[in-house]
């Protein structure tokens, strides 16, 4: 029963810190929705510490999961210009994650080295409004660094409607780093990022204990048929 019990507290422990791995840097929350801008909309921002980002996602003003679009998201390498993900498209209805004000479409996991990035949005409309505060959303997305591992440094965007094209500039934009970091509510992301070394080492020692639970058990059991 000893040895048992210890291999379900270690199962439950590795779950535990998987399930904490999973985060989403831009949260969009309620009444954000002010503005039907058609062009580019991008948020930057710098990876310090590797990460791996499993979905793109996008502002849904009404939380209802409905997007008329065509909204078309990707993530750019701001130094290189290249685009680094898939473009998910999203038109049809969805079910609202995040805060309630977010849908989100998986992708082939792609992983963002330390560096400079930015998720860029088109597509949003009347229909699909997008937040920005220059014209009255109250905080813009709320941030989540993930313990550091990013870190929020501004926005970017365009007149061009005719689909993705990284963004590079931020005419009229609040001052940086805050509130420009949260600018607006446009494209997002999830990131589920391996666990830290260090849950390797706690669940290494957790095994190895569970070695020995059961060595010494099986010992004691023989000797006590001699």
Same mark, same amino acid.
């Given at each position: 029963?000893?040895?048992?019990?210890?291999?379900?507290?270690?199962?439950?422990?590795?779950?535990?810190?998987?399930?904490?791995?999973? $985060?989403?840097?831009?949260?969009?929350?309620?009444?954000?929705?002010?503005?039907?801008?058609?062009?580019?909309?991008?948020?930057?921002?710098?990876?310090?510490?590797?990460?791996?980002?499993?979905? $793109?996602?996008?502002?849904?003003?009404?939380?209802?999961?409905?997007?008329?679009?065509?909204?078309?998201?990707?993530?750019?390498?701001?130094?290189?210009?290249?685009?680094?993900?898939?473009?998910?498209?999203?038109?049809?209805?969805?079910?609202?994650?995040? $805060?309630?004000?977010?849908?989100?479409?998986?992708?082939?996991?792609?992983?963002?080295?330390?560096?400079?990035?930015?998720?860029?949005?088109?597509?949003?409309?009347?229909?699909?409004?997008?937040?920005?505060?220059?014209?009255?959303?109250?905080?813009?997305?709320?941030?989540?660094?993930?313990?550091?591992?990013?870190?929020?440094?501004?926005?970017?965007?365009?007149?061009?409607?005719?689909?993705?094209?990284?963004?590079?500039?931020?005419?009229?934009?609040?001052?940086?780093?805050?509130?420009?970091?949260?600018?607006?509510?446009?494209?997002?992301?999830?990131?589920?990022?391996?666990?830290?070394?260090?849950?390797?080492?706690?669940?290494?020692?957790?095994?190895?204990?569970?070695? $020995?639970?059961?060595?010494?058990?099986?010992?004691?059991?023989?000797?006590?048929?001699?």
């Amino acid at each position: 029963m000893l040895t048992r019990n210890f291999g379900i507290v270690v199962g439950l422990l590795a779950c535990s810190v998987l399930a904490k791995a999973t $985060l989403v840097p831009y949260s969009d929350p309620l009444g954000q929705g002010t503005q039907d801008w058609g062009g580019n909309l991008a948020l930057t921002f710098t990876v310090n510490s590797s990460v791996t980002v499993s979905a $793109l996602g996008v502002f849904n003003a009404l939380g209802n999961g409905n997007i008329t679009g065509p909204i078309q998201v990707a993530i750019y390498n701001t130094v290189t210009n290249l685009q680094l993900t898939p473009v998910a498209t999203f038109s049809g209805h969805y079910a609202p994650g995040a $805060l309630g004000y977010d849908v989100f479409q998986p992708i082939a996991p792609v992983v963002l080295g330390p560096g400079s990035y930015e998720v860029d949005a088109v597509g949003f409309g009347p229909n699909d409004p997008n937040g920005n505060i220059n014209t009255g959303s109250s905080t813009g997305p709320i941030l989540n660094s993930g313990g550091g591992k990013l870190t929020f440094t501004g926005a970017a965007w365009d007149y061009d409607t005719a689909g993705l094209d990284d963004p590079k500039t931020c005419v009229i934009c609040q001052s940086a780093p805050t509130p420009q970091s949260s600018q607006f509510d446009a494209g997002t992301f999830e990131v589920s990022s391996t666990p830290e070394p260090g849950f390797y080492g706690v669940l290494g020692l957790g095994l190895s204990g569970l070695v $020995l639970v059961v060595s010494r058990r099986r010992r004691a059991r023989l000797t006590g048929r001699n």
